[in-house]
């Protein structure tokens, strides 16, 4: 399979734990993303790599938030001390742009977090 | 504010007819329109895009229409067929930005 592989697929976890989701982007694409998606609603942007570099972090990035590419390859997003309200939809996505701007990314299918 | 407004939130379509979903933006500085497809338990996959030099563009039975001075961008999708039920989401991007702005969704009903 040459998609975008997230694992894992859910998250239970307690207030108050730490957890972390990794993203493996397709291995060509050089750009990776993360989004944030609750139910009923659209994804909103969270951050984004070019290569190992992270370019770009939303306003919904808390400081209990961070997210790595080392090498450039596959991506871990954490959170630390979690909350309820930090309970969605984490969705990857990679891409493979060239100089003239956004093209279609290709998500994974997710990891669903629930914080109990 | 960059934002974007989808309607309706759902929408239920007899086999064989038309669905069509609007989307409204505010930033004309928006440069990139695309339409994804969201089946659950699954990513959004990319349906369709548009830029704002063209006023239409026809991919199979999915046509997205756009009206750059009204700010407004639509999807039609012909011969609705029940594989389509799904939840579609437009989207936009600015210039420079590689992060895009998505709607809040409208779950497509069709009915066999």
């Known amino acids: 399979d040459t998609g975008v592989s997230q694992n894992p697929r859910h998250k239970i976890t307690k207030r108050g734990q730490n957890v972390t989701f990794r993203c493996d982007p397709i291995?060509?694409?050089?750009?990776l993303y993360w989004y944030r998606q609750t139910l009923g609603q659209g994804p909103e942007f969270l951050t984004y790599f070019q290569n190992e570099a992270q370019l770009e972090k939303s306003r919904l990035l808390s400081d209990r938030f961070s997210a790595e590419r080392p090498k450039g390859s596959f991506s871990t997003l954490e959170i630390q001390r979690t909350e309820q309200g930090d309970s969605a939809m984490y969705l990857c996505?990679?891409?493979?742009?060239?100089?003239?701007?956004?093209?279609?990314?290709?998500f994974g299918s997710g990891t669903r977090l629930t914080v109990v | 504010q960059q934002q974007v407004k989808q309607s309706p939130q759902s929408l239920i379509v007899q086999k064989g007819g038309i669905s069509i979903i609007n989307c409204a933006y505010e930033?004309?500085?928006?440069?990139?329109f695309p339409w994804y497809q969201q089946f659950p338990g699954k990513g959004p996959a990319l349906l369709i895009a548009i830029r704002p030099d063209v006023s239409e563009k026809k991919e199979g039975r999915f046509t997205i229409s756009f009206n750059k001075s009204a700010k407004q961008f639509s999807l039609h999708i012909m011969d609705s067929q029940p594989g389509d039920s799904a939840t579609y989401f437009c989207a936009a991007s600015l210039t420079g930005r590689r992060a895009l702005t998505f709607g809040s969704g409208t779950r497509l009903q069709v009915q066999p």
């Open positions: 291995s060509e694409h050089n750009r």
């Open positions: 930033n004309t500085a928006f440069d990139y």
């Open positions: 996505a990679s891409s493979l742009d060239g100089t003239g701007g956004v093209n279609g990314y290709t």
